[in-house]
């Protein structure tokens, strides 16, 4: 019984779309109108209502997933088989709130709440920000469709591995299963690139350009001394 209601307490609580509702109460706007991609999420909120209430939306979408996962850990043993079930809940949510089932989000901030519920054990959570990061900063993925994708899939392979009981894999292999359906079922086609370390390679031009830079004021340093060098050759040529 007390299984139920925290997959309840999670589906509820995923219901609730911060990212639409913290917006529109402060700013009056609707980030589902300001995003290209319609998408009630945190990074809508952060482009369509600034970096302050975006901050707030990011807090509370980590919180509901953060907060029912946290209790069930308290209360039920941590390999209880429902936990799959717990884990997944705010995430369906989310993607498919109660009140609003056709216009969920992707689900990547209330993923990491989940993630992030399950401390002290934030071996998953951690595997999910390394791969972030990864195709962020190193091997740069785009666009966001495809860097979010392919960091689901590599997350579910992990979890494998990661996760310490077979309800938190399963669990952590539904929460890639909805991002990675949310994602392609509502992301725009582009070109698939990859780039390797661009951070590195602008350091590499800009040092390039500061070099070219330095050739040409010393260039020019030497023509402005040139005609000097004249005029005084021409009065020893006099004398």
Request: proline letters at 6%.
């Amino acid at each position: 019984m007390r299984e139920i209601f925290y997959v309840l307490l999670g589906y509820l609580s995923g219901s609730i779309l911060f990212a639409r509702i913290v917006p529109q109460m402060l700013c009056h706007v609707d980030v589902t109108r300001a995003g290209e991609d319609r998408n009630p999420g945190t990074f809508n909120a952060f482009v369509a209502a600034g970096p302050l209430v975006g901050t707030v939306v990011l807090l509370l979408e980590l919180g509901k997933g953060f907060l029912p996962v946290h209790l069930a850990l308290n209360h039920l043993q941590p390999e209880d088989p429902a936990f799959s079930l717990i884990l997944l809940a705010p995430v369906i949510g989310h993607a498919w709130p109660l009140l609003h089932v056709k216009e969920g989000g992707k689900a990547i901030a209330v993923s990491f709440g989940v993630l992030l519920g399950m401390y002290p054990f934030l071996k998953p959570a951690l595997l999910l920000a390394a791969l972030y990061l990864l195709f962020s900063l190193v091997l740069v993925v785009r666009p966001n469709l495809y860097r979010s994708v392919l960091t689901f899939l590599c997350f579910a392979v992990g979890c494998l591995r990661t996760a310490m009981f077979p309800a938190w894999r399963l669990g952590c292999l539904g929460i890639s299963a909805v991002v990675c359906w949310r994602h392609i079922r509502t992301g725009e086609r582009k070109p698939l690139t990859f780039t390797f370390l661009p951070a590195f390679d602008k350091m590499r031009q800009a040092t390039k350009v500061h070099k070219f830079h330095a050739c040409m004021k010393f260039y020019d340093f030497g023509e402005r001394k040139t005609p000097k060098s004249r005029r005084f050759s021409k009065k020893n040529e006099r004398i």
